[in-house]
């Protein structure tokens, strides 16, 4: 059922920040509602919400307390259903995210496993082990060691997220039960898809060990019983012919075969983080350095060639709401703000895979800017900036590196217009707006026929239009340059090249020979000055000229 979504585009909302209705200073799912039309407008299939289900809001949504509810701060489940039905109308399906490794654990079936029933206590991962020993070694992905001591049980429970997340047993088919309720349930109002929040670490090893080498994730992930536990879902609920994307943390491209390559019958396609890992320093997101982009090229490569080869499928993509601002991080601010969004836009949306694009970078939004600790809302920032203050930095470094690293970059409200509160709300903002939304906002960019918002329509609507692009081969080119990434598409009837360059400096295009055999389909530039030379940022897109005979 591949045909359905290799030529669809799918636009990431974070409710929270979208669009407040109701004077709260807190986007709601009405204000999704109203804005369908530009979303309608801008090309898009799908939306893919991410959680508004009742939670207590310690990792935003992701720490679920009630999966078929709405929380009262988004709406209301008439709201819900109000949205769905007006986005049919427009042809967009909406995705809901799953977050299924586990609960809050102010859910239900945490509480009366605090209780001591021993029926929930088996919906968690609960471990015998003294109170002041951890029965592992394992580090949280949020900082910390992932098991916590509960007194009243004399017994640790683990959580690879906030101590508040608490993991669910998948080993316990009562679990995997409750859990396809809750898909069942989304699937009959409608919607039309699903994200599966870090999927892969659902399944724990049988044994418990300290890891002696790194922080645990070697034991959880890509799991000994992933694979199994997602076809039994898929199966079970009968979602097979709907739009699935897993997110994978730290996976394999061996794995992500497996779990896209249609006849395993798991999910359509995957997330996976590794090309946002270079600029990491030693592999540590808390460590500065400047991006390495032989690095991205080579990682790029390897993923669409190998999915490629394995016959899975990728979802492509640069931002979430974990990630900070790609313009930001591998583009320019300055000079070359808009050439370098336009130019990261290309890179991704021309690839094999099905793009995603998160709200506010079809508009190249940017960083928060943020400079004071008070800024920051997000559960992970909060704890790392302790976590790197006692590990001995200052409290400047800790702030310049959140600055950089920060999840709230991409949580900042969308910027609508340049009136009060970015047109985001009438109220103060839950999280407050950066400064950049005078020039950067949807208003301004629909007024100029030159915006990076025309732009992403544009890459959009090539998708649709070009069967090479949504179903062609890819392979990738060698540029002779670090920082120039290059890979053509090919089927029976064309031929593309598309020419990405990642760099401040002027760079060469002698890579490629007989250039006048190929047209100019797009380019971020005004006019092409020399065929040869490519100017900062600079991206092109050619399409071989067939001469008939
Ligand atoms: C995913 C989500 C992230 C969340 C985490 C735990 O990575 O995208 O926002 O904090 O899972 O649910
Ligand atoms: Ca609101």
Redesign the pocket.
């Known amino acids: 059922m591949r045909d359905q979504f290799q030529d669809k585009v799918v636009y990431q909302i974070y409710p929270k920040s979208f669009c407040d209705t109701n004077g709260d200073g807190i986007g709601d799912l009405n204000g999704v509602t109203e804005k369908l039309e530009y979303l309608k407008e801008l090309g898009i299939d799908y939306i893919w919400l ?1 959680p508004f289900f009742v939670s207590p809001q310690k ?2 949504g ?2 679920v307390a009630d999966y078929k509810s709405v929380d009262p701060m988004f709406g209301t489940m008439e709201d819900f259903e109000r949205l769905v039905r007006e986005a049919e109308k427009k042809q967009i399906g909406i995705m809901l995210d799953m ?1 299924f ?2 609960t809050s654990t102010s859910h239900e079936w945490f509480q009366k496993a605090l209780q001591g029933d021993p029926t929930y206590m088996d919906y968690y991962i609960f471990r015998d082990s003294p109170s002041d020993v951890p029965p592992t070694n394992w580090v949280s ?1 949020f900082g910390g060691n992932a098991w916590e001591y509960v007194p009243s049980l004399k017994k640790w429970y683990l959580h690879l ?1 906030d101590v508040s ?1 608490a993991d669910l047993n998948w080993e316990n088919p009562a679990v995997r039960e409750e859990l396809k309720q809750v898909i069942r349930f989304w699937k009959e109002k409608g919607v039309k898809g699903f994200r599966f ?2 999927v892969n670490l659902i399944s724990k090893p049988e044994r418990f060990q300290d890891d002696l080498e790194g922080d645990g994730r070697r034991f959880y992930t890509d799991g000994p019983h992933v694979h199994e536990f997602l076809k039994e879902l898929v199966r079970d609920t009968g979602i097979e012919d709907m739009v699935t994307v897993g ?1 994978m ?1 730290s996976t394999s491209l061996e794995n992500c075969i497996r779990y896209s390559n249609p006849e395993e019958k798991e999910l359509s396609m995957v997330f996976n983080f590794h090309h946002l890992k270079v600029d990491y320093k030693n592999g540590q997101k808390w460590e500065l350095m400047e991006p390495d982009f032989m690095k991205l090229k080579t990682l790029f490569q390897t993923w669409q060639e190998g999915m490629q080869e394995g016959k899975g499928w990728n979802a492509v993509f640069w931002c ?3 990630q900070p601002r790609i313009v930001s991080r591998f583009g320019d601010e300055g000079t070359y703000w808009k050439e370098s969004a336009k130019m990261l836009g290309t890179a991704i949306h021309l690839m094999r895979g099905t793009p995603y694009v998160y709200q506010g970078e079809e508009l190249g939004m940017t960083n928060a800017g943020y400079d004071d600790i008070s800024c920051y809302k997000d559960v ?1 920032s909060l704890n790392y900036f302790s976590i790197m203050q006692r590990e001995g930095k200052t409290k400047e470094e800790a702030l310049h590196i959140l600055n950089a690293r920060s ?1 709230d970059n991409g949580r900042t409200p969308m910027q609508w217009n340049d009136g009060v509160y970015a047109g985001f709300s009438e109220k103060e903002p839950w999280i407050s707006i950066p400064a950049s939304y005078k020039t950067i906002n949807v208003e301004a960019e629909k007024s100029d026929a030159d915006s990076v918002y025309y732009y992403y329509q544009k890459l959009i609507s090539l998708r649709k239009t070009s069967p090479v692009i949504a179903r062609g081969r890819i392979h990738f080119l060698e540029t002779g340059q670090e920082d120039v990434m290059a890979y053509d598409r090919t089927d029976e009837k064309e031929e593309w090249m598309i020419i990405c360059s990642f760099s401040k400096e002027k760079r060469t295009l002698d890579f490629i020979d007989h250039l006048e055999e190929y047209e100019l389909l797009l380019n971020n530039y005004k006019a092409i000055e020399e065929d040869h030379i490519l100017r900062p940022y600079e991206t092109r897109v050619y399409k071989k000229v067939t001469v008939q005979p």
Do not use: G, P
Request: proline share 0%; hydrophobic share 15%; charged share 40%.
């Open positions: 991410t990792d935003n992701y720490d977050v490794n586990h992905k997220f997340q929040d870090v997110e943390s979430n709401h974990d992970e999840r």
